[in-house]
């Protein structure tokens, strides 16, 4: 058997223009790790054949995807992935020749955007496609470049052919000394708060994910 390392894999997202449907990927992620795979659920048979021994059958009856992947952070797949977890974006600008302003607010609605995960190693091409974040956790430390990861649920993969990685354009990374955490009665009074030091900072979002099974197929319904 063929035997290949981690660093070999590159993952990309898109964000899906209608909930479900693959989209290629717009960003490839700079993953520290990756852990993403199909759950398959069998339904055991128990009937008997003239025997003390159980059933010789056991059928997928629903087969889904989860897992989780730790980033580095940077300025450009940050927004996809901010995106899908808060359901709302708003965007102005430019206010010089290249640079806009992201406002993500959280959407009243229980479909917030959703994401087509790509993968590519030397055993295959995968996609994952309605994958929604289940939960999301930030983490500044002092010595270390800014990262996060992301817990996923989605449709259980399907192969991906003709996707190429692409690092040609980088996102800029960020380090501690970039946070400046205040705190302070209304947003408006921040600029004019004291910086707190801390030691580190881990910032987590639960969005409790629920996989929606239905009759008449075997993929989670949205």
């Not at 717009?26 to 852990?35: E, Q």
Request: proline share 3%.
């Amino acid at each position: 058997m063929a035997l290949w390392i981690g660093r070999r894999q590159s993952v990309g997202v898109g964000v899906e223009s209608t909930r479900g449907v693959g989209v290629a990927p717009t960003y490839w992620l700079n993953c520290l790790s990756f852990s993403f795979s199909d759950k398959p659920t069998r339904a055991l048979s128990e009937a008997t054949f003239g025997g003390i021994w159980g059933g010789d059958q056991a059928p997928v009856t629903v087969t889904h995807a989860e897992g989780e992947f730790d980033v580095e952070l940077d300025d450009r797949s940050l927004g996809a992935i901010l995106y899908a977890l808060f359901g709302s974006l708003t965007t102005t600008g430019p206010t010089d020749t290249a640079v806009y302003t992201h406002t993500f607010s959280l959407s009243n609605t229980n479909q917030h955007k959703s994401l087509t995960i790509h993968t590519i190693d030397p055993i295959g091409q995968f996609a994952y496609e309605m994958s929604m974040i289940d939960s999301f956790e930030l983490m500044v430390e002092p010595d270390a470049i800014v990262h996060y990861r992301v817990n996923f649920l989605s449709r259980a993969s399907v192969d991906s052919a003709n996707q190429t990685a692409s690092w040609a354009t980088l996102g800029k990374k960020f380090v501690g000394r970039y946070l400046q955490f205040k705190v302070a009665a209304t947003t408006a009074s921040l600029g004019a708060a004291s910086v707190i030091s801390l030691k580190s900072l881990t910032l987590r979002v639960e969005k409790n994910a629920e996989l929606n099974y239905t009759l008449s197929t075997i993929q989670p319904e949205d």
